[in-house]
């Protein structure tokens, strides 16, 4: 069993830390790596490379740095079939899932660092009294901290503006799938200290936040770790970006074809065993399909075959840990004490592995545990509305306003729906847009605009330089 390594100055070495951690296949229940749980002085050496390289990087032209980055998207697509594998071992993802979403990702993240080409990083307004150029730099060493669900595809997002715009980095992944993010920065080839890996949990994530040198934070993770991370860039005057908790609503309208959008929801409510921060986890119909929807979405729910994600039939892995499926099957029981219907699945299997079957729930309401916080695991509870004004009055009663989404044929029903408060609002195909989307969640899901243009005018500070006529 390996024991992980830091990569700090691009080299990689021990963490300073006395403290491990086992990284645990979660289909198996067998450890896979040996995690340093982390210290300050990593955190300290970290920041160091990183400040000591950022400005050689800044100093490259813009064209330059896109090359260095497009060069390593091509070779993590090259190699998305083998981080999928890690992936699989450390959190569980099916390898063919996770294949087909890091190949994505690499796709994104040469497409985000493009938009370099374009960004207007100096623009000079010329007026009588003289001009005025308007020049954007980048903020310096910068943190990424990243969860455990998407560990490749995540990292990939969150960096490649930050870089592109001349920004260096400390990584941070989550604790508890630590190993593809190993492996994504071997693959790496960028000068020394650009992108530099520290390991652990809140042991290292707290200094790292802490740091008086970082001028940004890009934080992925739970309501309550963010709002920790914001009290603590906001307290020193620095940036955060926050990606926060979601529990995103979906409204099926009468007049949709109720068995092409079961399954469509099914997807959205169980892919990656529900463990994906705009799954599906409330789900709004209209009684006129309400029948023949729930009926489907039953029986898609019963396609998804529990198993190992390295076994090609398996469609749904298992949960990431013991804690993570408490929680579903806390959500579920507390469901069906206060009455709820479980139509499939919400049984915990025998045996090995942290599975839990695709469970599809009706009766339910907005007071329970499962309507009210996020669940994070392959549940689809639904509630019968009598019209689409009622579904979107009901989608928006949350505290949480990640994304949403919306099957209609009515025009005007389509426009209604961006009442909702989410970043992102889907209309008719989950999961749909392109590298130009950008957003900014709501509510508790989070903070900062970022994605396209966004993401850059965060990655960079303005500065006017007016010149006399």
């Not at 979906?250 to 929801?265: C, N, S």
Request: proline share 6%; with cysteine; hydrophobic share 45%.
């Amino acid at each position: 069993m390996k024991t992980l390594q830091n990569l700090i100055g691009g080299n990689w070495e021990d963490s300073r830390g006395d403290e491990f951690h086992e990284v645990i296949n979660p289909a198996t229940e067998e450890p896979v790596g040996r995690c340093p749980s982390g210290s300050p002085e990593d955190i300290r050496r970290a920041v160091d490379a990183a400040v000591r390289a950022q400005p050689a990087w800044a100093a490259l032209p813009v064209a330059e740095r896109v090359r260095l980055l497009s060069r390593w998207a091509d070779t993590v697509a090259e190699h998305a079939a083998e981080l999928a594998e890690i992936e699989c071992h450390e959190m569980g993802k099916p390898v063919a899932l996770g294949t087909a979403f890091i190949g994505g990702a690499a796709q994104a993240f040469k497409a985000a660092v493009a938009e370099a080409l374009d960004y207007a990083f100096e623009e000079t307004i010329t007026s009588p009294a003289g001009n005025t150029t308007i020049a954007r730099q980048p903020l310096g060493a910068t943190a990424v901290i990243v969860p455990w669900n998407f560990p490749v595809p995540m990292t990939l997002g969150a960096l490649g503006p930050l870089l592109a715009a001349g920004n260096t980095v400390v990584l941070k992944p989550s604790e508890r799938s630590p190993l593809s993010a190993v492996r994504l920065l071997e693959l790496m080839d960028l000068p020394a200290g650009v992108v530099n890996l520290v390991l652990g949990d809140a042991r290292a994530g707290a200094p790292l936040v802490a740091d008086e040198r970082i001028g940004l934070v890009h934080f992925t993770g739970s309501v309550d770790a963010g709002r920790r991370v914001g009290a603590e860039t906001g307290g020193r005057l620095r940036r955060s970006i926050l990606e926060l908790g979601g529990k995103d609503p979906v409204v099926v309208d009468a007049g949709v074809d109720p068995v092409a959008t079961a399954a469509a929801v099914a997807f959205g409510a169980f892919a990656n065993s529900g463990q994906i921060c705009t799954s599906m986890e409330r789900v709004y119909v209209h009684r006129d399909i309400a029948g023949e929807f729930i009926d489907a979405l039953t029986d898609a729910a019963r396609t998804y075959t529990l198993g190992d994600g390295h076994d090609e039939t398996t469609v749904l892995g298992p949960l990431v840990d013991q804690r993570q499926r408490d929680i579903v099957h806390r959500h579920v029981t507390d469901a069906v004490e206060r009455g709820a219907a479980v139509h499939t699945g919400g049984t915990v299997p025998e045996g090995k592995g942290f599975f839990y079957p695709a469970t599809v729930l009706t009766g339910v309401d907005d007071s329970m545990l499962v309507m009210q916080e996020e669940t994070f695991g392959p549940l689809a509870p639904v509630v019968i509305v009598s019209s689409f004004e009622e579904g979107l009055e009901r989608a928006s009663a949350s505290r949480f306003g990640l994304a949403a989404t919306v099957y209609t044929n009515d025009p005007a029903h389509m426009a209604a729906a961006r009442a909702i408060p989410a970043g992102v609002l889907w209309v008719n195909q989950w999961q749909g847009g392109g590298p130009e989307r950008l957003y900014e969640p709501a509510g508790d899901s989070g903070m900062g605009a970022t994605g396209a243009r966004a993401a850059y005018d965060a990655a960079t500070r303005p500065t006017s330089i007016h010149t006399a006529a």
